[in-house]
């Protein structure tokens, strides 16, 4: 049975936002700050998460310092943050996806001030039907925030598709039983990715954009 995919919801740093290496770099300020160590891979395993989330993966032992800690970061991001963008073909690919009829959405591990301020600075807040921060909800891989946009916009687990780059989204939508792709330039690799059997593993945005295209056009019901 086919029919066509009514929703796409998409991660926002790594899948749409280029921004993995400022996060990472504002993450590693923080942690010198306080005097905790980090490694730049620890750093860049926790992208997806919500930011409570964040603080107790990578600083367990020192509970009384979160807040501070994710006050330093954020300004550091907030501060620095003005030459990462949207990957090399995003817009095109959304607003193609919007033209076809296709409802658009965001599911994401910023905080909503964060998500807020990167829909302003992309000027994109209008594509979207919905969006969910972690801070508003649980955070990935809880799949709170994908049933919040299903019935915000009244479309089934089965007609929608989740895109993203971690672990955390792919098995978010495993979780309901929604389709999803993985793509491969952001944080997790296809060793990784794999395990949460996506529909499709994307290596660039054009790939994920003919992909994305054609299931639009014809879904096939998993």
Known sequence: MKKPVELIIFDWDGTLFDSVGQIVASLQF?????????????????????????????????????ADIL?????????????????????EMLTDLKMQG???????????????????????ADLFAATRAASETKSKPDPLMLSEILTQTGIAAERAIMVGDTSYDLQMAQNIEMPRVGVLYGVHDQQVLSQFEPLAMVSDVRKLHDFLLAKVQDFELI
Do not use: M
């Not at 010198?32 to 600083?59: N, W």
């Open 30 to 66: 923080a942690a010198q700050t306080y005097q905790q160590p980090l490694t730049d891979d620890d750093a860049k395993s926790i992208i997806g998460l919500g930011l409570p989330e964040v603080a107790q993966r990578l600083f367990p032992n020192v509970p009384e310092l979160h």
């Open 71 to 91: 006050q330093c970061y954020s300004a550091h991001y907030v501060a620095n943050s003005k030459g990462d963008a949207w990957f090399s073909g995003v817009s």
């Open 102 to 124: 296709v409802q658009l959405a965001v599911a994401t591990g910023k905080s909503r001030k964060g998500l807020d301020r990167v829909l302003q600075q992309t000027q994109s």
